[in-house]
């Protein structure tokens, strides 16, 4: 047994000393290693810094910055976080105008300042905040029954009715008939003085016609009634947006509201064919008038969205003198329709009203006054 014990104890000592040696032959301190390997230590880089002008508080748009005022600074910016453009010396910014607002802390770019009496504003009016960049806003006047009781309002999708008053004219002058002629002296003989014409005077054109008792005359228009002109309708420019009812605020109302959340409470948007997007987050139009701004004989300016060319027709229209109406669209509609155009004879021949007056031996008499709505009267004024 004591041999045994012996040989364990042995053997247990043969281990350490193997594990120990071959630990120290790892390290390189006996056997064949002569050198020692240091660690190599990753060098921590140099960041590289650049005084640039900042915002050394915030700067609303149209402020003036001047470095006594504490508008402005120099501080160190690292050269790898530099913005594209940046300025370097506070004099470059001295006395010009920010044309929007700087945060605190935040680099000054050149393109964020502006002179006096140049363009200051960066963002443009707000009337040109709209998405669909194939439309353009124009301004026609509308009255109460044109602008559906002032019911429009922004967002809404409206048609454009035009009315048209016609007018017979001379294909070469284009001026309204009946001409007027000038006898020339010699021209038709006795007979022109039988008729009463006389050379060199002007008359207007008309026709020789028998009176009922035999004796010739000139038949010409009543003196002071022009030729009547032809009135017709038409229902031109469909889909127009309604962008804005009324005067355009200033900058400062402007920007509270948009132009969508007066009609639809939110945004409104364009489906599939369509971008124009009404939202509220402060970019848009200035809410519309309330109604009781806009009366019954008040006429305001409404801004429309419309295409380039339609611009042009309503251009036109305007200028030529046509009344001009809108129509409501149900909300979601913006399908074309194909009208006809109506004018008299479309009128008489669609509810078949006779041409003739009657000549019936009877005519009807008035059996009482007929009803009328009075006008109520406003309370007196305290």
Known sequence: ??????????AIFLLLVALGGGYLWSQGMIGGGTETEVAETTPIPQVTMREI???????????????????????????NSLPIQYIESLGDVEG???????????????????????????YGSAAALFDDKSRRAYVIPMDTQGAVAWAIQPG???????????????TEFQTRLPNSFIPLEGSGGGDDEAQGLVAGR????????????????????PLGQSTPSYLVVQMTIQDAIVWHVGIWADEEESTTTT????????????????????????????PPLPPEQRGMDSV????????PQDALVLKYLQEMGADLDLVLRSTGDESPIITEAVWFRYVMD????????????????????????????????E
Do not use: C, H
Request: charged share 15%.
């Open 156 to 170: 809404d999708r409206v048609d454009v009715l035009a009315a048209i008053g016609l007018m017979p004219v001379d």
């Open 202 to 221: 002007e008359y207007q054109y008309g026709r020789f016609e028998d009176l009922p008792n035999g004796i010739p005359a000139f038949i010409i228009p």
């Open 259 to 286: 132009a969508g959340t007066a009609a639809t409470g939110g945004t409104a948007e364009e489906g599939e064919g369509g971008s124009l997007s009404l939202d509220s987050t402060g970019t848009g139009a200035a």
């Open 1 to 10: 047994m004591r041999n045994n014990k012996a040989l364990v104890i042995v």
């Open 96 to 122: 010009q105008f920010a044309r929007m607002d700087i945060a605190r802390g935040m680099p000054v770019l050149p393109s964020a300042l502006g002179e006096s009496g140049g363009r200051l504003s960066v």
């Open 300 to 307: 305001l300016p409404v801004t429309l969205l419309i295409s």
């Open 53 to 79: 002008v900042v915002a050394a508080q915030d700067i609303p748009a149209g402020q003036q910055l001047k470095e006594a005022d504490g508008a402005v600074k120099l501080q160190s910016w690292p050269e």
């Open 350 to 381: 669609r509810y078949q009203i006779p041409t003739t007056l009657p000549d019936l031996p009877v005519a009807p008499t008035p059996l009482s006054v007929p009803l009328e709505f009075s006008t109520p009267t406003p309370p007196p004024e």
